[in-house]
């Protein structure tokens, strides 16, 4: 019988797939990936604590010079690190200085003792046709992130090569955030790729075909919503220098156990495996 993992101390660091936007809960807050994650690997190690930092709209300096330290103090043995799409989708993203960043924040994580598990980026370009100019960057971004997971020992889900990660049903109707759906598929690949008991690579599978597809000029019209509903408020934002984040505080800030209401949240595999 396989065993749990030896994690007791889980942090989560990053911007808003980790803190769970796309994925509401019944009191008005989030769940998320790493949520859902935490409840799994509790199930197999009962004594779990976790606490999540991440905070949307937050870019990879910010993520550094914010939430590093605090992470560090918590004295974590398992470290998820997600930064860097806040960058890569910006007019003038500097890859260099991003990924000096996420390793400045790697190195120390490794060094004070912690397992570091981190992704690649899906083709957020097969998933909104708008923003397809960039999957050229994910690609490059990705590449480096497999070169520095080789260097500093990090577990890294490779998101990449999944058909199942960029199908858009994984994909809020933002098509920047994950669904529920997506939140669970993420957190079944962590759950899997750190040898939880009870996970299995079942996130891989492809999700069943789509029986309608929309008509052309259906999908012109929700190319359109699209833009007037999200990307023009999210141009808005940052011509007046405002972030999603502002004002937002992190939700899981300490270290706390993950109780028994907290593992009633519902990590059954999706209907649509």
């Given at each position: ?7 007791s ?5 990053g ?12 009191h ?45 103090a918590?004295?974590p043995?398992l ?9 890569l ?7 260099a ?17 912690a397992r570091?598990i981190s ?9 909104a ?8 960057r ?13 260097k ?18 994984a ?5 920047l955030?994950?669904s ?17 008991p009870?996970?299995?690579a ?23 919503r699209?833009?007037?509903?999200h ?9 007046r ?6 004002f ?16 009633g ?6 209907s649509?495996?």
């Amino acid at each position: 019988m396989a065993s749990a993992p030896p994690f007791s101390r889980f942090v989560a660091l990053g911007d808003s797939q980790t803190e769970g936007v796309g994925d509401p809960d019944e009191h008005g807050g989030l769940r998320g990936w790493a949520d859902r994650f935490a409840s799994k690997l509790a199930a197999a190690n009962p004594g779990l604590l976790y606490a999540n930092l991440a905070i949307r709209g937050r870019r990879t300096a910010r993520i550094r010079a914010e939430q590093l330290e605090a992470a560090l103090a918590l004295r974590p043995d398992l470290v998820a690190l997600v930064a860097g799409m806040n960058d890569l989708i910006r007019p003038r993203f500097d890859q260099a200085a991003t990924l000096a960043d996420i390793e400045a924040m790697v190195a120390a994580l490794t060094e004070a003792g912690a397992r570091v598990i981190s992704f690649t980026f899906p083709d957020i370009g097969s998933v909104a046709p708008m923003v397809r100019p960039l999957s050229g960057r994910v690609r490059a971004m990705n590449a480096e992130m497999r070169l520095l997971a080789a260097k500093y020992d990090v577990t890294l889900v490779d998101f990449e090569p999944v058909r199942t990660t960029s199908d858009p049903r994984a994909w809020a109707d933002d098509r920047l955030h994950l669904s529920p759906l997506g939140h669970e598929i993420v957190a079944q690949a962590v759950a899997e790729t750190l040898a939880v008991p009870g996970a299995d690579a079942c996130w891989r599978d492809p999700l069943p075909p789509i029986l309608t597809q929309p008509r052309p000029l259906e999908r012109v019209a929700a190319e359109l919503r699209w833009v007037a509903d999200h990307f023009v408020p999210w141009v808005g934002r940052r011509v007046r220098g405002r972030s999603s984040g502002d004002f937002v505080l992190p939700k899981r800030p300490q270290l706390t156990a993950v109780t028994p209401e907290f593992l009633g949240l519902d990590t059954a595999p999706p209907s649509t495996w």
